[in-house]
């Protein structure tokens, strides 16, 4: 079973990140609000987010998995 960090609150936001992202913070990290998945460089955590459709994303993400 994967497990998520809860790592950073900002503009409402709860975003997190995989626990299969080990220790660094080079990663990708989301954030679920409604219907709609938010995206962001854990680098550059003040940067650009992209904004997606939840089901695109799950679509997305399974398609990932199944590689």
Known sequence: MRQHRWIHESCGLRWLKSSR????????E????????????????EGGRLRVP??????FTAAVRSR
Request: aromatic residues 6%; charged residues 15%.
């Open 30 to 45: 989301v954030a679920l609000q409604g219907t709609v998945v938010f995206v962001r460089d854990s680098t550059n955590r």
């Open 54 to 59: 939840l089901r695109c994303w799950s679509s």
């Open 21 to 28: 992202s080990g220790q660094g913070d080079a990663c990708v």
